[in-house]
């Protein structure tokens, strides 16, 4: 099969779309002809070297853990999935043109979902939900910051929220505040905004998804007791506070999680922004893309 390997830690350069040795399925596992993989930015961090002391790989690699596609065989002892079923989930080694998943992993693509577009979900939609649920544990009636609030983690963590019945405050650059207004949030802060944040009231939860040099200003405006919950690592300041709860996390399998927001996007209830497809051949180009920043996810089309 075909794959994108990388045989160095460094630049996108570095990735190369070459032959690899096809997967065997195995007992309890299921062999996927990939549709498509997400890029997310956990990747090139891993590409990079960033991540090698916590994250270390066996190189040569393939590297993604987003993908969307279709069942082409079972291993014994596998129950639920036949031959052609059209699957989503979180893996490894999904920059390839075949993978092999697990049951804890995946799912079905529900009806009105786009096969491509599920490709998008899986690492978001973990993240985003238990951000909100697990590490800042955000009860109905009380106040969340979502910083990022237009990314993808953001969006899902919005909604998420509002399920929940939480009053949600939708954190983005002024020049995003209009765009904003799609999300559904309470309100919509502009955190380079000196005066709106001088004016921001204490909340109980900060949900943080960007961290940068906002992430002290932030941590003033949570509440004694209150949660500071990120994706990107604790604020610089975080021991200054010692009344506000740091929690930083990684996100985690949830297939239930994962399926139920899936649903809800088939559903129109909401969205993830996809940037752009770009062939899996591409992969180096995509990945520059990714670095760069932006709102939209990038697909690797396998």
């Known amino acids: 099969m075909k794959a994108v390997v990388l045989h160095e830690y460094g630049g996108p350069d570095q990735l190369k779309y070459e032959e690899w040795d096809d997967p065997q399925v195995g007992d309890g596992q299921i062999l996927i002809r990939v549709t498509a993989a997400g890029v997310n930015p956990i990747d090139w961090k891993i590409r990079s070297g960033a991540m090698k002391d916590f994250m ?10 987003d993908y969307s596609g279709v069942v082409h065989s079972v291993g014994k002892g596998v129950k639920g999935y036949v031959e052609g079923d059209k699957v989503f989930g979180r893996a490894g080694k999904t920059y390839a043109e075949f993978l092999l998943a697990d049951l804890a992993g ?7 979902l786009d096969p491509i577009e599920a490709a998008a979900l899986p690492v978001v939609l973990n993240t985003g939900h238990q951000l909100i649920t697990e590490a800042g544990k955000v009860q109905p009636g009380q106040t969340v910051i979502i910083t ?13 929220a509002k399920k929940l019945g939480a009053h949600v405050i939708a954190g983005v650059r002024g020049s995003q505040k209009k765009a904003a207004e799609e999300l559904g949030a309470d309100a919509v802060l502009a955190l380079d905004s000196q005066q709106e944040m001088d004016a921001l009231a ?4 900060v949900a943080d998804t960007i961290g940068g040099k906002i992430s002290d ?5 949570v509440k004694p007791g209150g949660t500071y919950a990120s994706v990107v690592g604790p ?7 010692p ?15 994962m399926r139920s927001l899936a649903e809800d996007i088939a559903n129109g209830r909401f969205k993830i922004s996809i940037d752009r497809t770009m062939p899996l051949a591409d992969a180096a180009k995509a990945h520059a893309e990714a670095e760069k920043g932006g709102i939209g ?5 396998a």
């Open 56 to 65: 270390p790989l066996e190189l040569p690699a393939i590297l993604g853990y």
């Open 106 to 112: 995946l799912s079905k693509v529900p009806d009105g």
């Open 148 to 160: 990022g609030a237009l990314g993808s983690v953001g969006r899902t963590a919005v909604w998420v």
């Open 202 to 205: 204490l909340v109980e939860v």
């Open 217 to 221: 200003a932030l941590l003033t405006k």
């Open 235 to 241: 604020p610089p300041n975080a021991k200054v506070y």
């Open 243 to 257: 009344n506000v709860k740091v929690v930083a996390f990684g996100s985690h399998p949830d297939v239930a999680g």
């Open 297 to 301: 996810k990038i697909l690797l089309l």
